[in-house]
Each structure stands twice: as C-alpha cells, then as structure tokens.
C-alpha cells in the first residue's frame, strides 16, 4: 500500500544559516497515528507546516522530498501541490482561538473550506459540518453554528475544529499539540475524541507532542526528534519498552509515569515515610489543647 505520507530526508534552514530540519525522514501509513515527540524548539510544528505546505517564508527547504499518497509535491507547481494538500490534508492546531477567525461565525467558516476546496455546494457543506458537530459530540449544534468563536469555550472551539478537519474527509490530519492549549480537565475527553474519530474514519494522524504520556495513548508508531534531527523511530510499545537512543532514555526518565501520574509521589522511602508519621504525630500533640 502507497505511504499516506512520506518525508524522505528533508533539511531546512533559516536565514542566518541555522538547520531546524536536518535531514528528516518518516512515513505514516493510511489509517496509521505517528506521533512526533520531542521537546519544545526541535522542530515539531516545522514539520507539520512543511507537509501542509505553509512553512515560514524564512525558512527554506534545502534538500529532501516530501510526498502525499505517492504524489511528490516538489514535482508539482504551486497551484496543484495547494490543490492536492487542501484535498487530502487537514490541521488540528495547537491553538484553537487564535485559528479561528473572531469577526466570523462558526457556521460559515467552518463551511467555507468544503465549499472552496472541495467544490461542495452549500448545502452539503453544512450537511457534513452537522453531521462531524454530533460526532464530537457538541450536544446543541444549531446554537453553535451560529456563536462567534468568542462565545465557545476552549474545548467547545477545539471540537469545532476537529469536526472541521474530519469533515472533509482527509486521509491525512496534522494535529499539532492539539489539547496543550487547553484545560487540564479537558484534555483528555479532547484526546479521546481524536482518537475515536480517527479510527472510525480511517484517518491517518501525525500527531504531534511533547508528551510521552500522549504518545502511549494515541500512537502506533512514534518519531523522536531532537534539534531537528530523527534520533529514533519504533512502534511505541517497542520505544517505552526498550529505547535505543540515550535522548529517548532521558526524556523517558524525565517523565513521572507516563501512565500514572501518582505514581511520580512514589520515591519516598519508608524511613522518610516513618519521619513523616513522626513529625505529623508530633504536631498533633502540639495542637491537641492542653487541659493542665
Ligand atoms: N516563523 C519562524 N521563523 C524562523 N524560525 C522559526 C519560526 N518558527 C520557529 N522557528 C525556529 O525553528 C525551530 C523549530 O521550531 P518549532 O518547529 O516551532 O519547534 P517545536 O514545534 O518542536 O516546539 C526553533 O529553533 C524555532 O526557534
Ligand atoms: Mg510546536
């Protein structure tokens, strides 16, 4: 089967010489999530900007391949390679308030896409955004249809915008960062719902983050990227269970527990835990009111 995606040893660089992108590969699969894991600053949204085609204009791809279901976009002229991006890529942005336009309502921005890429008419435009605002089970969509991005809260925004991506029916969706904006409390019904549209539509995911947490949950395959570079990639059972690379090691390290976060309450031993229970019975006898 043709990769839905496949970077092939892509580098870019800014102005002043800089390399953000050092000759990256990787490849996602139709219907496969790849996370793409790596600190802030190495490189993660460039990526993502690269196969959507709106990297920067500073920054310039100096080697390297990208291509979609087969397609190489370098061979095609920027009208067509917008064309082909727009018809089988969409974006969840880290963002959701900031990727919405504030003077618009939902109903019409959210249409709009269908209707230009795609050539939809209006009508079945608001029939498919209906349709995708159940499936991200947004109770009352009529009344969000019509609110200004403004009068959501960040997880309502964040489902609007996932049923936008899905709407049209990519075979690719780039989710950068997708719940990092949001409420804690919110982040993981937004991540679930990801994950449970993207497996009944069959989407391939490049799903970015910072988090091994978020890894373990959503992917498949995962890519480490550290200062632009692809240090490892494995399927994620095998990165957790035996990480090849020192940098992978460490940032395995650097989290808690992936899986509990009370876990990380644990490095307490039992003699710091008996001095503990000292010094709490201690304050209680200080605090217990003496009767003479
Ligand atoms: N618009 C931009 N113009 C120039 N350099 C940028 C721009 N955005 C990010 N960078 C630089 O590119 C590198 C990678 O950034 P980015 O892809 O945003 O990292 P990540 O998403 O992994 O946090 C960083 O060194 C960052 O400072
Ligand atoms: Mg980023």
Same mark, same amino acid.
């Given at each position: 089967?043709?990769?839905?995606?496949?970077?092939?040893?892509?580098?870019?660089?800014?102005?002043?010489?800089?390399?953000?992108?050092?000759?990256?590969?990787?490849?996602?699969?139709?219907?496969?999530?790849?996370?793409?894991?790596?600190?802030? @600053? =190495?490189?993660?949204?460039? *990526?993502?900007?690269?196969? %959507?085609?709106? &990297?920067?204009? !500073?920054? $310039? +791809?100096?080697?390297?391949?990208?291509?979609?279901?087969?397609?190489?976009?370098?061979?095609?002229?920027?009208?067509?390679?917008?064309?082909?991006? @727009? =018809?089988?890529?969409?974006? *969840?942005?880290?963002?959701? %308030?900031?990727? &919405?336009?504030? !003077?618009? $309502? +939902?109903?019409?921005?959210?249409?709009?896409?269908?209707?230009?890429?795609?050539?939809?008419?209006?009508?079945?435009?608001?029939?498919?955004?209906?349709?995708?605002?159940?499936?991200?089970?947004?109770?009352?969509?009529?009344?969000? &249809?019509?609110?200004?991005?403004?009068?959501?809260?960040?997880?309502?925004?964040?489902?609007?915008?996932?049923?936008?991506?899905?709407?049209?029916?990519?075979?690719?969706?780039?989710?950068?960062?997708?719940?990092?904006?949001?409420?804690?409390?919110?982040?993981?019904?937004?991540?679930?719902?990801?994950?449970?549209?993207?497996?009944?539509?069959?989407?391939?995911?490049?799903?970015?983050?910072?988090?091994?947490?978020?890894?373990?949950?959503?992917?498949?395959?995962?890519?480490?990227?550290?200062?632009?570079?692809?240090?490892?990639?494995?399927?994620?059972?095998?990165?957790?269970?035996?990480?090849?690379?020192?940098?992978?090691?460490?940032?395995?390290?650097?989290?808690?527990?992936?899986?509990?976060?009370?876990?990380?309450?644990?490095?307490?031993?039992?003699?710091?835990?008996?001095?503990?229970?000292?010094?709490?019975?201690?304050?209680?006898?200080?605090?217990?009111?003496?009767?003479?």
């Amino acid at each position: 089967m043709e990769p839905c995606l496949e970077i092939r040893s892509l580098s870019a660089v800014l102005p002043n010489g800089q390399r953000v992108l050092r000759s990256v590969s990787l490849t996602v699969q139709p219907g496969e999530v790849r996370a793409l894991v790596g600190e802030s @600053g =190495a490189g993660k949204t460039m *990526i993502g900007k690269a196969v %959507l085609g709106v &990297l920067p204009k !500073s920054v $310039r +791809i100096v080697e390297g391949e990208m291509l979609i279901e087969g397609e190489s976009l370098g061979r095609l002229d920027a009208k067509a390679r917008r064309t082909l991006i @727009g =018809a089988r890529t969409a974006l *969840i942005p880290q963002d959701p %308030l900031t990727a &919405l336009n504030p !003077s618009r $309502r +939902i109903g019409p921005q959210t249409t709009d896409r269908l209707v230009r890429i795609l050539g939809w008419s209006g009508e079945k435009a608001d029939e498919r955004i209906r349709q995708l605002l159940q499936e991200v089970q947004i109770r009352e969509p009529e009344r969000v &249809l019509k609110c200004y991005p403004h009068e959501l809260s960040g997880g309502m925004r964040q489902r609007v915008l996932i049923a936008a991506a899905f709407a049209a029916e990519p075979r690719l969706i780039v989710a950068d960062e997708p719940t990092t904006a949001l409420d804690v409390t919110v982040q993981k019904q937004i991540l679930r719902l990801i994950a449970q549209l993207q497996r009944n539509h069959g989407t391939a995911l490049l799903f970015v983050t910072h988090d091994l947490g978020v890894v373990a949950k959503i992917s498949q395959k995962v890519s480490v990227l550290y200062a632009g570079k692809v240090v490892e990639e494995a399927a994620t059972p095998d990165l957790f269970a035996s990480p090849q690379h020192p940098y992978t090691r460490a940032l395995i390290a650097a989290t808690p527990r992936y899986t509990d976060p009370y876990a990380s309450l644990m490095p307490v031993n039992e003699t710091v835990l008996a001095g503990l229970a000292d010094e709490v019975a201690g304050a209680d006898r200080a605090w217990r009111p003496s009767h003479g």
